[in-house]
């Protein structure tokens, strides 16, 4: 089992940053790889990006390449989302996951993730 709590959302106007923490409990944190996804109101869930197990791979989908960071630190137990020069269109609720499979590959795919986070909201104003 794996608990995960966001924390870091909430209302911030076009051009501005937040960072979002994900802190994780239950298995050994650095033996899965962790990700975000987002979900704006009457569309899917939505791949954002992933971190592997170490923090030394990373994958961001297009829409956010160059403004948004994933980080993560083990000691600590927690995967951050830096997210710079935030836009409209980047509003969702926000949600951290968890991937236990082993393997070497970054999962984009919901369906991938064993464990999801409650969310947490990001408004972006205009």
């Known amino acids: 089992q794996v608990q995960l709590v966001e924390s870091g959302g909430g209302l911030v106007q076009a051009g501005g940053s937040l960072r979002l923490s994900c802190a994780a409990s239950g298995r050994t944190f650095s033996s899965y790889a962790m990700g975000w996804f987002r979900q704006a109101p009457g569309k899917e869930r939505e791949f954002v990006a992933a971190?592997?197990?170490?923090?030394?791979?990373?994958y961001y989908v297009d829409s956010v390449k160059g403004r948004f960071t994933i980080s993560r630190d083990n000691a600590k137990n927690t995967v951050y989302l830096q997210m710079n020069s935030l836009k409209p269109e980047d509003t969702a609720v926000y949600y951290c996951a968890a991937d236990l499979t082993l393997s070497s590959a970054l999962q984009i795919g919901a369906h991938a993730y064993d464990y999801w986070g409650q969310g947490t909201q990001v408004t972006v104003s205009s």
């Open positions: 971190i592997n197990w170490s923090g030394g791979v990373t």
